[in-house]
């Protein structure tokens, strides 16, 4: 697929272990895991849903190459051992995986401070 614009690899995402919980059943997390993947970093998704339940997400990211794919449950190192956590609107902020994430001093984001944090013009 060729890309309309030609991205430049963002330094701060090269080779980072970056962890996408909830890739979402109407896709909130493709967006995310796209960016990523193209910048470079290496990118495991996680989602309590089944591949059956998420089918038409991972289509949408079937041309990116993950560092892994956990479906079904979570594992505890996605959280613990990852540089940064980006987290689906869908998550909740009490979630325990986000408590362990935060207690092994882990930064969470989320898909849109990622688009803030490109943003180098005005913003009105």
């Known amino acids: 697929m060729t890309e309309p614009f030609p991205f430049t690899v963002r330094p701060a995402l090269k080779n980072r272990r970056v962890t996408v919980m909830g890739l979402g059943r109407f896709g909130g997390g ?15 998704v996680t989602d309590l849903r089944t591949a059956d339940d998420l089918a038409e997400s991972l289509q949408q990211i079937d041309e990116c190459r993950l560092e892994a794919l956990q479906l079904g449950g979570h594992c505890e190192d996605d959280f613990r051992e990852a540089d940064l956590i980006v987290v689906n609107p869908a998550v909740r902020r009490s979630s325990p995986w986000l408590l362990m994430a935060s207690e092994a001093g882990v930064p969470t984001t989320s898909e849109l401070n990622l688009f803030w944090q490109e943003q180098r013009g005005k913003l009105i």
């Open 30 to 44: 493709v967006g995310a895991v796209r960016y990523l993947c193209r910048h470079g970093a290496r990118v495991t």
